[in-house]
């Protein structure tokens, strides 16, 4: 397991989060400097710790252990749902339109 590349994967997301390592370390109830150590890979971090940041930080733990992990369909819906679940009913009819829009350009080009 390369933790140093898990480390850079959780650093990338916590700062497209716009946390800084104290709110995050904060967040899941650890250390500063333990949230250091992980994004450097300089420490091996439990699965309650990968759990809790995956779920902190609104991602997948697969998308903190690996670069291309495979997702499912279901899950794809999943995070769509996720995704759509504060707009109004305006932009949710909208980004329905668009999916709508772009499926039958796909459909014409491919």
């Not at 450097?40 to 903190?64: F, I, P, Y």
């Not at 009913?89 to 339109?97: D, G, N, P, W």
Request: aromatic content about 4%; charged content about 30%; overall charge neutral.
């Amino acid at each position: 397991m390369d933790y140093y590349a898990i480390g850079q994967r959780i650093r990338r997301v916590r700062k497209a989060s716009r946390l800084s390592q104290e709110e995050l370390a904060e967040l899941i109830g650890i250390s500063t400097t333990h949230m250091s150590h992980i994004e450097t890979g300089n420490t091996k971090l439990s699965l309650q710790v990968l759990v809790s940041l995956a779920e902190k930080l609104g991602v997948r733990t697969d998308d903190l252990l690996f670069d291309d992990a495979p997702v499912s369909r279901s899950a794809t819906i999943d995070e769509l749902v996720q995704a759509l679940d504060g707009c109004t009913e305006k932009e949710v009819r909208f980004v329905k339109e668009l999916a709508q829009a772009a499926i039958q350009a796909k459909n014409k080009y491919l």
